[in-house]
């Protein structure tokens, strides 16, 4: 796991910035871990498995955790995609690598409006 290229987002990114994580990784996407309890999240990492690392290991709790993936490029309405081996959680409703509650949807892309300018 890379840790010091994870970076946990508290306060507003601007696209530019998320475009240049984008590039540093895979090009044309930025995973990302949303925390929707305290509208947060992390990106950077490898694979959604090590933000979630990261951000549990600064107090975030399992269940608030959900993993999607950053489009830049695209638009606002297209930029985020539900899908991570992480929201697999049949505990919590969510039998598939997307999100099937639409409220937790909405709760993700809130936090992700709030947070990348």
């Known amino acids: 796991m ?3 290229k994870i970076i946990i987002i508290t306060s507003p990114i601007t696209l530019s ?10 090009g044309d996407l930025v995973k990302a871990v949303v925390d929707v ?7 950077g990492g490898e694979m959604h498995a090590d933000e979630e690392a990261v951000l549990l290991e600064n107090g975030c709790e399992q269940q608030n ?6 489009y830049p490029d695209k638009s606002k309405d297209e930029m985020v995609e539900f ?3 992480i929201n ?5 409703e969510n039998r598939s690598r997307g999100i099937d509650n639409l409220e937790r949807q909405i709760q993700i892309l809130e936090v992700v ?4 300018a």
Not at 37 to 43: D, P
């Open 88 to 92: 697999l959680r049949p505990r919590q």
């Open 2 to 4: 890379d840790d010091e």
């Open 17 to 26: 910035f998320l475009k240049d994580v984008a590039k540093e990784r895979y």
């Open 65 to 70: 955790l959900w993993g999607i993936n950053l």
């Open 83 to 85: 899908d991570s081996i």
């Open 37 to 43: 309890e305290k509208n947060i999240m992390a990106i």
């Open 113 to 116: 409006k709030k947070l990348v």
